[in-house]
């Protein structure tokens, strides 16, 4: 929020600062205002996407999906649990699970869903190989960064070297048209994910795209900013997932940058060929 748009809101908080910081800040109270702060920020959707709500998630996707029969990137499957959630819900959909964890593919494949195609890599801007990080073979916060974010750093890791490929490249070799709705949960990954992606955005290729924001992202020192330039300049609008609905984030504003937990975003392609233009957020 621009508070330089509300100036005599930002006035009259301004005047009423010193005496209210001299009462919310004191050692008796400093804890419980954090802690109403965080929360005040979670039912605004800043830190409030920790896996906490599959279901409100799987809804905020299938409210961005407009054909019976969609194609879905799951990009960060983990053992699939999205994906056959997404299925339940929507069991025409074709969908693509990415995961280089080894472990978690066996458990993708051990559901047997005969609509996901399992690709046993990493997604990120280009085709290689790189380093992933985790606690356990099916760690659901493993990265292609060494975690150092508050709640994991502690926790001892392995390294696992797997094969990275990206998302134009997937498109292009597979031939394929449209691709309704892409999942993220690539722990800090995602802006590179979306560059390898580029082409296909420029295109109006993917209708829809769901992406975290978080604590993740100081490893990959990349910023909400980035993701606004990619994702605006290719036609695309960005809402953020709060509990209960998604808010619009009409402009850039340096408050977006949230680091604590994870945020989940929506980007969706505003010339849509499939959507009826109709609000649905």
């Known amino acids: 929020m621009n508070l330089q748009k509300t100036p005599v809101i930002n006035r009259l908080a301004k005047q009423m ?46 409210a961005a999906v407009h054909r019976e029969d969609p194609l879905i990137f799951d990009v960060g499957a983990n053992v699939g649990e999205w994906s056959a959630s ?26 047997n869903l005969a609509q996901v195609t399992l690709i046993p890599s990493g997604v990120g801007e280009s085709r290689g190989r790189a380093i992933l990080h985790a606690r356990s073979g099916s760690d659901s916060s493993a990265s292609l960064y060494q975690r150092q974010d508050s709640y994991l750093k502690q926790g001892k890791t392995t390294t ?22 892409i999942k993220m949960d690539i722990e800090g990954h995602e802006l590179s994910a979306l560059r390898g992606a580029e082409e296909s ?6 209708g829809a795209i769901s992406f975290e924001f978080g604590s993740g992202n100081v490893n990959s020192r990349t910023f909400f900013r980035d993701f606004w330039q990619v994702l605006t300049t290719k036609g695309y609008s960005i809402s953020r997932v709060a509990p209960g609905r ?7 504003y340096e ?27």
């Not at 696992?160 to 709705?181: K, L, M, N």
């Not at 955005?201 to 993917?206: H, S, V």
């Not at 940058?257 to 649905?280: C, M, Q, T």
């Open 17 to 62: 600062a010193r005496p209210i910081s001299r009462v919310v800040a004191s050692r008796m109270l400093l804890t419980p205002t954090r802690m109403l702060d965080a929360y005040l920020n979670f039912l605004l959707g800043r830190g409030s996407g920790s896996g906490w709500d599959l279901e409100s998630e799987i809804q905020a996707a299938i």
């Open 86 to 111: 997404f299925l339940r819900a929507q069991p025409r959909a074709r969908i693509l699970a990415f995961e280089p964890s080894p472990v978690c593919c066996d458990g993708i494949r051990a559901l």
């Open 160 to 181: 696992t070297e797997v094969e990275v490929v990206s998302i134009d490249e997937i498109i292009r070799d597979r031939g394929y048209d449209f691709v309704d709705y």
């Open 201 to 206: 955005l420029g295109a109006g290729r993917i």
């Open 246 to 252: 998604n808010i619009a984030i009409r402009e850039y």
């Open 255 to 281: 408050d977006d940058e949230y680091f604590r937990g994870v945020s989940n975003y929506i980007a969706r392609l505003d010339n849509h060929p499939y959507w009826n233009g109709k609000d649905e957020s």
